[in-house]
């Protein structure tokens, strides 16, 4: 389960509406306990690929994911995954994420339909590769901090 503040939700969704109708892209810090992935900081990463092939792809550099792993480092924390958009496509893992997954990060799809963000989801990917299976997320409400 990855564990997740409508603040950071809300967060995702604006950096997916800024880049419509292209991919975002960026990477989830925080802490595991256990079965729960908590998301404390995200960190928006610029979507790499060629500007058309932008709308359905996106690309993180070993160089930003070395950065994204070392300033999670710096502030004790840890790199538990990605997020990126899909525009005008439902939040479920294409073969090109599929291909670009590793095991053990959560991967946060969010659907922008039209300009707005609307459905989050989650996927782990499988020790095998072959396929995701949806991971369960659990939104919190900021104001019952
Ligand atoms: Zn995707």
Redesign the pocket.
């Known amino acids: 389960m990855i564990v997740i503040t409508d603040e950071k939700i809300a967060e995702i969704n604006m950096y997916a509406e800024l880049e419509y109708p292209h ?1 975002c892209c960026g990477a989830l810090l925080g802490r595991v306990e256990s079965e729960r992935k908590n998301v404390i900081g995200i960190i928006p990463i610029s979507n790499k690929r060629e500007p058309e092939a932008k709308h ?1 792809r ?1 690309l993180i550099q070993p160089e930003e994911f070395l950065s994204c792993e070392k300033t999670a480092r710096k502030q004790g924390v840890d790199l538990i995954g990605f997020y ?1 958009s ?1 525009p005008d ?1 439902p939040s479920f ?2 073969d ?2 599929l291909e670009h997954a590793l095991p053990v990060y959560s ?1 946060v ?1 969010v659907s922008v339909t039209l300009g707005k963000a609307d459905e989050v989801t989650s996927w782990l990917l499988r020790e095998d590769r072959t396929q995701f299976d949806k991971e369960f997320v659990q939104i919190l409400n900021c104001s019952h901090f």
């Open positions: 991919e359905n996106f990126h899909h496509h893992p294409s090109y994420d991967y799809i």
